[in-house]
């Protein structure tokens, strides 16, 4: 059986340029789950505005990393 963590539990809405103006409070098992910018699936750092730049930033920090042990 697959259970939910909720309080590990996130949404998003996307695409919408105000985010304000669709706060939606969902509660589930007397758990509120919350609404966040942006969220990792799968390794991706999906956006709600869908532009990705934090999926870009997290990459290239990573590779920062990695160029510095070379150097």
Do not use: P
């Not at 697959?2 to 409070?25: M, N, P, Q, R, V």
């Amino acid at each position: 059986m697959l259970s939910l963590s909720l309080h590990k539990t996130c949404y998003s809405i996307y695409g919408a340029t105000d985010t304000e103006k669709f706060k939606i409070h969902l509660i589930v098992n007397d758990v509120e789950i919350k609404q966040v910018d942006y969220s990792k699936y799968l390794g991706i750092l999906i956006d709600s505005k869908l532009t990705w730049q934090n999926h870009i930033d997290y990459v290239c920090n990573k590779i920062i990393k990695y160029i510095i042990i070379f150097l």
